[in-house]
């Protein structure tokens, strides 16, 4: 029982996750930390209010809500242009090129696309014009 938990937990997709879930938790805490110092401030200097938690009408307390839509659009943004943008571009420039289409021509039986160099269709077997047709095989008369 135990050898099949340790196994499990030495998979390497249990590891990476875990990792994952480390990092992901430091990252939101330096994320937390740029709206809260950073961010917001600057917003009360624009705006004159530091903190929208006073806005409330009644018992609806529209402040923090407020207050919690913009620190998820900020760290939505902050993930994107730091991570998922980054990423992007280092994952398109390590990408292999796409390879050169091969000439093509028609199939005149069967009307399949087949290369250009072909001597017979590998749809139909058809022997292609101006082709000279391989003889067929052993035991398989024409």
């Known amino acids: 029982m135990l050898k099949g938990f340790r196994d499990f937990l030495l998979r390497g997709n249990v590891v990476d996750l ?6 992901g938790v430091a990252f939101g ?9 950073l ?3 600057l917003i009360a200097l624009a705006g004159g ?5 006073r806005i409330r009408t009644g018992p609806l307390l ?3 809500f ?22 992007n571009r280092l994952m398109a420039r390590f990408k292999p090129s796409e390879p050169e289409p091969q000439p093509t021509k028609t ?17 139909c077997t058809a022997a292609q014009v101006g082709q000279v047709a391989s003889p067929p095989p052993p035991g398989v008369s024409s």
């Open 66 to 87: 407020l207050n919690a839509v913009l620190t998820f659009l900020i760290t939505a943004a902050a993930v994107y242009f730091l991570v998922v943008a980054p990423a």
């Open 107 to 123: 199939c005149p039986e069967c009307l399949s696309d087949i290369p250009t160099g072909a001597r017979r269709c590998a749809y």
């Open 39 to 41: 961010l917001t401030p």
């Open 18 to 23: 875990a990792v994952a879930v480390i990092i």
């Open 49 to 53: 209010v530091p903190d929208f938690s």
């Open 29 to 37: 805490a330096v994320v937390n930390s740029l709206v809260t110092n």
């Open 62 to 64: 529209w402040g923090n």
